[in-house]
């Protein structure tokens, strides 16, 4: 464990006491949002991000250690353990280094090299292998039995050459050097299946393609990985792109030759033992190479995408509320009718209905006269509309009504309804609304969501959300746990009121599981409302230790004690009441004093248990208590008269909302029905390498058309809007010349534009997107991934 610590301590650049001292308070059951709020003393002040990268470290050092005894145990049964190998095996630090180790002594199959053991020729291997004077043909002669299989020299050979590359093949040393050298020059080949071009078009990208496996960024690898298991595509790794052609033998022969210290002087033998290397490379090291670095590349581009999806997640859940207030959720249709519910400040479901304002009933002026009549019984503040098929007539419509309204006062925004759909099934909403129809209770999420996205968004599966990259390929359990973390760490962040959260929302906190969260809904049904933090040590299954992580992260609105609407944890009150006698004044007197609580000093009030950054907290939380940590609610305008993609026109300018970052640039819902691109050389004048330094999902932003791709729905922006159209266009064409035909075609992959920005002479300088960011068949394949 010792280890462990120092490994984590050195890799986050803390101290070893640190990380002793959290990995103590998780091994207790602690969670990261409440380790991270309410033990800073303890840990040193480790922040959110430090802990969850020493959570996941701490998981796999210790299944690493575990498999390390393991193996350790298997090797000395077999009594081959020696203090090198020991030592080797102790010092390896990841699962790879540690499985090569113990591949020479892994149970195994029967092999072709164990039988010619089992034949009698590891001597004659032994002898070649030593001296590569002798005559093989005549070493071998020495060894022919018909008994034993051995039927001439040749078959002699053979089988001493299955000894010595089942040798060469599991030389840790030499595996790692030969992994060095490919992880650093080898590239990753992609070609089309014969005869099926024509099915694997929306890969055409990639029918001719190369890339260097140690730069071929995620959404390109997850893209011919996708191509590869729907059966269109074939992959194979090049270990010598740059090999002169000249060369007899391979660079990695020469590398396995030079490591096993061969020296070629033109003896009887060599011919031989190179034929032995060559073989080994070929039939042994390469295929085993191929298999692991595809995973290696493979399991890279998941955790890149699976950064991409917790990031895009995190902006999601932590977009601006529009706060507590009456509010109509319209989810738009056509044949269908748009389907209305209307919710109060609480989110509670206040009435339904249904119009059909759009073809083929037409009837628009009636559906107008419907939402008035609801909007002035119900106080209606804000509408919100769902951003799927006929959004922007329903947004139209609305508009028009609060234009003919003016008494009234409205405001209409249009909200993401991705996930709705998947809400509206689900057991959560069947269990909120079992009498209600499904199609009314995507309306109710739509509603609820713009009053708070978090508190709505954490019922769905957040693989439905909608704001991920290959989200479908990666490996799920991970993904899963990746996304869990930033729910949890969002939902604590925010805080909950313990009055009106819903059993998904509280289940999300510090400390409550599922069932504790649906206890604490029962306790409050019952009980008519939490009226103190203490009344949680009443609830069913809800002990110490539960009451200690969640009670923090637990607001109470109104309730007996002030201190209970705010983030001061129910410990600590005596922290509070300990200010308020030293200053003579009442707690509630406290509270919001900017002015008497700036003056104070921390030091002052410190003990045993809580120290200065604690206090620190207490005074900054006294100051705004309750405080959220969510940005202002603002909304986009977008532009009347576009409501379509052929409405759009090079050169137009229009203000959108982002919905989605991805490595290559930011996916913007200019209210088209169809999200446009900023490719990252698109989103700044000067050079970023990663664009939510630029933007994050929800952010408003101002974007111009480069490019409309109507019949393929494709729509190229930037957000350099100073830019000429023209320009931009002439720009990313010529960012393609003078490359060649792999080259060329992965730089109209429109990801890789920027990524070469500074070698093709930009100084740094972004370079604009136009055509052949557009020419983008990912593209096209990842809007729809992104939609599923």
């Excluded at 096993?260 to 033109?266: C, E, N, S």
């Excluded at 609820?448 to 479908?472: F, M």
């Excluded at 002052?604 to 248990?609: G, P, S």
Aim: neutral net charge.
């Amino acid at each position: 464990m010792t280890d462990i610590v120092n490994i984590i301590a050195d890799e986050i650049n803390v101290q070893t006491a640190q990380v002793n001292a959290a990995v103590k308070l998780l091994d207790e059951g602690a969670t990261v949002p409440f380790i991270a709020r309410y033990r800073k003393e303890v840990t040193g002040g480790l922040d959110d991000t430090q802990l969850r990268t020493l959570e996941n470290r701490l998981s796999y050092l210790r299944e690493l250690s575990e498999r390390r005894s393991v193996i350790l145990k298997n090797i000395d049964e077999q009594g081959k353990l020696t203090a090198e190998l020991s030592q080797a095996i102790n010092g390896a630090q990841s699962k790879t280094d540690l499985e090569e180790l113990y591949l020479p002594y892994k149970p195994k199959r029967r092999t072709k090299g164990q039988i010619a053991i089992e034949a009698g020729l590891e001597p004659l291997a032994d002898a070649l292998f030593n001296d590569f004077s002798l005559q093989p043909e005549e070493v071998a002669a020495q060894y022919i039995s018909v008994e034993k299989g051995i039927a001439d020299e040749k078959s002699a050979l053979e089988g001493a050459r299955y000894i010595l590359m089942e040798r060469f093949a599991v030389d840790a040393s030499l595996l790692k050097k030969v992994r060095h050298y490919l992880q650093q020059n080898a590239v990753v080949e992609a070609k089309v299946i014969a005869g099926k071009e024509k099915e694997a078009a929306k890969f055409s990208d990639y029918f001719e393609f190369s890339e260097a496996i140690k730069s071929i960024p995620s959404h390109r690898a997850l893209a011919i990985f996708r191509g590869r298991n729907e059966g269109f595509l074939t992959l194979s790794l090049n270990a010598d792109p740059n090999q002169d052609e000249n060369q007899k033998s391979s660079i990695v022969e020469t590398m396995i030759s030079e490591h096993l210290g061969f020296k070629w002087q033109g003896k009887a033998a060599e011919p031989y033992i190179k034929q032995v290397v060559s073989w080994t490379w070929r039939v042994k090291i390469m295929t085993h190479m191929e298999t692991e670095l595809f995973a290696e590349i493979r399991e890279r581009a998941e955790t890149d995408a699976i950064k991409v999806f917790a990031s895009n997640l995190k902006d999601l859940m932590m977009a601006a509320p529009a706060g507590a207030k009456v509010t109509m959720g319209l989810d738009p249709g056509i044949r269908t009718g748009v389907k209305i519910a209307i919710v109060d400040q609480t989110g509670k479901l206040l009435d339904t209905a249904t119009i059909y304002p759009h073809p083929p009933q037409n009837a628009w002026d009636k559906s107008k006269r419907t939402l008035a009549n609801l909007i002035r019984k119900h106080k209606v503040e804000l509408i919100s509309i769902g951003n799927g098929t006929a959004s922007r007539e329903t947004d139209k419509l609305a508009a028009e009504l609060i234009k003919e309204e003016s008494d009234v006062k409205l405001t209409k925004i249009v909200v993401s309804e991705a996930g709705a759909s998947v809400y509206s099934a689900s057991e959560t909403a069947a269990a909120e609304f079992p009498d209600l129809d499904v199609s009314l209770r995507g309306a109710v999420s739509i509603a609820r969501r713009l009053q708070d996205p978090l508190a709505e968004l954490v019922k769905i599966e957040p693989k439905s959300i909608g704001v991920g990259q290959y989200q479908h390929d990666v490996n799920q359990s991970a993904l899963s746990k990746s996304l869990d973390s930033v729910i949890e760490d969002c939902v604590n962040a925010v805080g909950v009121d313990l009055n009106t959260a819903s059993v998904p929302l509280l289940a999300r906190v510090s400390g409550l599981s599922k069932t504790m969260a649906q206890n604490v809904v029962e306790f409050r049904n019952q009980s008519g409302g939490f009226s103190s933090r203490n009344q949680l040590k009443k609830v069913a299954r809800l002990g110490p230790k539960a009451f200690e992580q969640c009670a923090g992260f637990l607001k109470i609105v109104g309730g007996d004690n002030p201190l209970d609407a705010s983030a001061v944890h129910p410990e600590a009150y005596p922290i509070v009441e300990k200010i308020s006698a030293a200053n003579d004044e009442p707690v509630e007197n406290l509270i919001g004093k900017s002015d008497k609580l700036r003056k104070l000093n921390p030091a002052d009030y410190t003990d045993e248990k809580f120290g200065v950054p604690t206090i620190q907290d207490i005074l900054k939380e006294l100051e705004k208590p309750g405080r959220d940590p969510r940005p202002e609610f603002k909304t986009a305008n977008f532009k009347e008269g576009v409501e379509t993609i052929n409405d759009l026109k090079e050169g137009m300018k229009l203000e959108g909302v982002v919905t989605n970052v991805t490595n290559f640039g930011a996916f913007v819902d200019v209210g088209v029905h169809q999200d446009g691109l900023v490719h990252i050389s698109a989103m700044s004048e000067t050079f970023i390498d990663d664009p939510r330094k630029v933007v994050k999902a929800g952010d408003i932003v101002k974007v111009k058309v480069l490019e409309v791709d109507a019949p393929r729905k494709r729509i190229g922006l930037t957000m350099r809007l100073n830019d000429p159209v023209q320009a931009a266009e002439s720009a990313a064409k010529n960012s393609t010349k003078g490359k060649g035909a792999n080259q060329s075609r992965a730089q109209s992959n429109g990801a890789r534009v920027a990524s070469r920005g500074k070698a093709q002479g930009t100084g740094g300088r972004n370079q604009p997107a136009g055509n052949a960011m557009m020419g983008n068949a990912f593209a096209e394949a990842f809007a729809k991934a992104k939609k599923k």
